[in-house]
């Protein structure tokens, strides 16, 4: 069986997650891409090596034309957050099972998804749309608020601003970075940041739990820790589940975001429709013992995921990212690092490599690299990871 899987950049998802579970599944794979170079030398040398080949992927008709071309595809797929209303396109193009574009395009566009929530009578946030170019003073938002890119991920150029002219200021500032950026501003939701996962063939859902999130301080919106929960009260779920519903989410997997105030409402931030990244769905698969990355891709092949998953209930975790303090050169760190000990299995992912350079981002691309742990005992995996950390060091030179 012939699997498309559209792809920007190489992510642990896909080299550690998706393309192992893909051979493991015995499908050949085809990676269309826009940095094929990238991706060959990513996958060089695995066990699994896929296909790669060159293709305009963040355009739909692009994506269709080629695979037209090639061997007749029996899977679309993506876990990038930038393509998955392309590969919805395609999969519908070639009568294939996929998720709803319409869905896709709610959770990509955060102006649209805003929009659709409040008039499904669920969830009404203060939401303006700045198309570029246009001057913010014509918004009224409550201040504080949040600005960000109307399509962005992982925290870029997301911020809080106290007033119109601090306002008027990241606006300038975002678009000198990214000219022709549509943006959005909007209330700002207080309260905890959680996590739901979940993971659905279109007609069975299943909820795999939720992470606890530590974030920066203000202004920048950085996820620095995130501890897991294996199951939120119930009636939050509920609640989360009918926004899920609401903007027609179903297929695959799903990681949101969302804010439980003091009120008890849960508010989301914001849905990704797709696995959860930064080495949280290899330590999810890892902590619930299940073939996670096998069943995302069964589901999108039209398999019916099991009634039940077998997930274990009793794991505990913790994903902690190091961040780069200010700009300048990476200089010492740790190599990729995995240990099991007294029933704590950790794992280090090195995010930079020694002799990089970087700016100072104030986003989750500050991440020199992440450290997760799982266990039975929260207390234990959390100090298998301080006990990592405390034993190495990260050092950045001008």
């Known amino acids: 069986m012939r699997m498309y899987l559209l792809a920007l950049n190489p992510t642990d998802s896909v080299t550690d997650g998706f393309l192992p579970a893909a051979g493991r599944l015995g499908l050949s794979v085809t990676v269309l891409t826009d940095s094929p170079e990238a991706h060959r030398k990513a996958y060089a040398g695995r066990d699994f090596v896929p296909e790669v080949v060159e293709c305009a992927v963040h355009d739909h008709r692009e994506v269709i034309g080629l695979i037209s071309q090639l061997q007749a595809p029996d899977a679309v797929f993506s876990n990038s957050d930038h393509l998955q209303t392309q590969t919805a396109l395609a999969a519908e193009y070639f009568g294939l099972p996929g998720k709803d574009w319409k869905a896709t395009l709610r959770a990509k566009n955060k102006a649209q998804f805003r929009r659709h929530l409040a008039a499904a009578g669920l969830?009404?946030?203060?939401?303006?749309?700045?198309?570029?170019?246009?001057?913010?003073?014509?918004?009224?938002?409550?201040?504080?608020?949040?600005?960000?890119?109307?399509?962005?991920?992982?925290?870029?150029?997301?911020?809080?601003?106290?007033?119109?002219?601090?306002?008027?200021?990241?606006?300038?500032?975002?678009r000198a970075r990214r000219a022709g950026t549509a943006l959005v501003v909007e209330e700002f939701l207080a309260g905890e940041l959680h996590t739901l996962e979940t993971l659905?063939?279109?007609?069975?859902?299943?909820?795999?739990?939720?992470?606890?999130?530590?974030?920066?301080?203000?202004?920048?919106f950085i996820e620095e820790m995130l501890e897991f929960v294996p199951a939120h009260p119930p009636e939050v779920t509920e609640q989360v589940l009918a926004q899920l519903d609401a903007v027609g989410v179903g297929l695959g997997a799903c990681h949101t975001e969302f804010v439980l105030q003091a009120d008890g409402r849960a508010r989301i931030i914001e849905i990704n429709y797709r696995a959860i990244g930064d080495q949280c769905d290899l330590m999810l698969a890892e902590l619930l013992e299940i073939p996670f990355f096998e069943h995302?891709?069964?589901?999108?092949?039209?398999?019916?995921?099991?009634?039940?998953?077998?997930?274990?209930?009793?794991?505990?975790?913790?994903n902690e990212a190091v961040c780069a303090d200010r700009a300048g050169v990476l200089s010492a760190a740790?190599?990729?690092?995995?240990?099991?000990?007294?029933?704590?299995?950790?794992?280090?992912?090195?995010?930079?490599?020694?002799?990089?350079?970087?700016?100072?981002?104030?986003?989750?691309?500050?991440?020199?690299?992440?450290?997760?742990?799982?266990?039975?005992?929260?207390?234990?995996?959390?100090?298998?990871?301080?006990?990592?950390?405390?034993?190495?060091?990260?050092?950045?030179?001008?």
């Open 123 to 174: 969830d009404a946030v203060w939401s303006g749309e700045l198309a570029p170019g246009q001057d913010p003073a014509e918004l009224d938002p409550p201040f504080p608020c949040v600005v960000k890119p109307r399509e962005g991920v992982a925290s870029e150029d997301v911020a809080l601003v106290a007033d119109a002219a601090e306002l008027a200021e990241r606006v300038a500032a975002i």
């Open 200 to 220: 659905g063939d279109g007609t069975v859902r299943h909820v795999l739990g939720g992470f606890r999130t530590r974030l920066s301080p203000p202004p920048n």
């Open 296 to 318: 995302v891709l069964r589901a999108h092949l039209g398999v019916p995921l099991p009634a039940d998953l077998g997930a274990r209930t009793d794991g505990r975790a913790r």
């Open 334 to 398: 740790p190599e990729a690092f995995d240990q099991d000990r007294d029933g704590v299995r950790l794992s280090y992912r090195p995010f930079r490599s020694i002799g990089e350079r970087h700016d100072h981002y104030g986003t989750n691309r500050d991440y020199l690299g992440v450290i997760w742990a799982v266990g039975t005992d929260q207390d234990a995996v959390d100090r298998a990871v301080a006990g990592f950390i405390a034993a190495n060091r990260w050092e950045i030179s001008a």
